[in-house]
């Protein structure tokens, strides 16, 4: 079955303690992307990757880490997380065609994330 | 600037009746539109998108949406609405090919279908 798996979906931790959240994804897809969903705000990108060694800042990169070693996997690291941190977070994958078609994302189940 | 507007937080729809969910857009070039729906404690899910040809575009679950360039409008529809849409509807879209597929997305709408 295609999907994106995300782990942990829950994770309650404290500020300033490193966490990773980890996705990786089984349709052989290029391109990789971590959003954050926050109440009236929809979702805004915080890293992307369009292949192996390739990532790029979205529009909330602050705070955030990501590498992209593996085509498969994307994780996204939290070095020292702090409050407004708190959030639902989405990883979500895409095939990168040739005449740069679009591809629909594949999104993970979500992680939900809170920092105390 | 590049812009995605959901005006309604909100829409109410008595099952079977019809149902539209609103989206306006402000790009630069020709925009590849889409529209994801959120199910409770799930993933985004694709339904359907309009690159180019044919204005109205069918998706998954029997939506359709239909693109209206003069209006920058990519209304999503549906003829009869179940009690199985109520979820969260977002809107993206994206300039052109060459924007390296970062969507600008739209804040969502509640879609809450009553029995």
């Known amino acids: 079955e295609a999907q994106v798996t995300q782990n942990p979906r829950y994770l309650i931790t404290v500020t300033g303690k490193k966490l990773t959240v980890t996705c990786s994804q089984n349709?052989?897809?290029?391109?990789m992307s971590w959003y954050r969903q926050d109440p009236g705000l929809g979702l805004r990108q915080i890293y992307y990757s369009m292949n192996v060694e390739v990532t790029d800042k979205g529009d909330v990169p602050e705070g955030y880490k990501v590498s992209r070693k593996e085509k498969r996997n994307f994780p996204l690291i939290l070095e020292s997380p702090s409050p407004n941190q708190t959030s639902l977070y989405f990883c979500?994958?895409?095939?990168?065609?040739?005449?740069?078609?679009?591809?629909?994302?594949?999104f993970g189940e979500g992680s939900r994330l809170t920092v105390l | 600037a590049q812009s995605v507007a959901q005006p309604e937080d909100q829409v109410n729809v008595a099952e079977g009746n019809p149902l539209t969910v609103k989206c306006t857009y402000s790009?630069?070039?020709?925009?590849?539109l889409f529209w994801y729906v959120q199910y409770p404690n799930r993933g985004l899910q694709f339904l359907l998108k309009y690159i180019t040809g044919d204005n109205l575009v069918k998706g998954s679950y029997g939506f359709e949406a239909e693109f209206n360039k003069s209006q920058t409008s990519f209304h999503l529809k549906k003829p009869s609405a179940l009690v199985s849409d109520s979820a969260l509807y977002f809107c993206a879209v994206r300039d052109n090919p060459d924007s390296n597929y970062q969507l600008i997305w739209g804040a969502g709408t509640k879609l809450i279908i009553k029995p």
């Open positions: 790009v630069s070039g020709n925009p590849y």
């Open positions: 349709m052989n897809h290029e391109y």
């Open positions: 979500a994958s895409s095939s990168l065609g040739l005449a740069g078609d679009t591809g629909e994302l594949f």
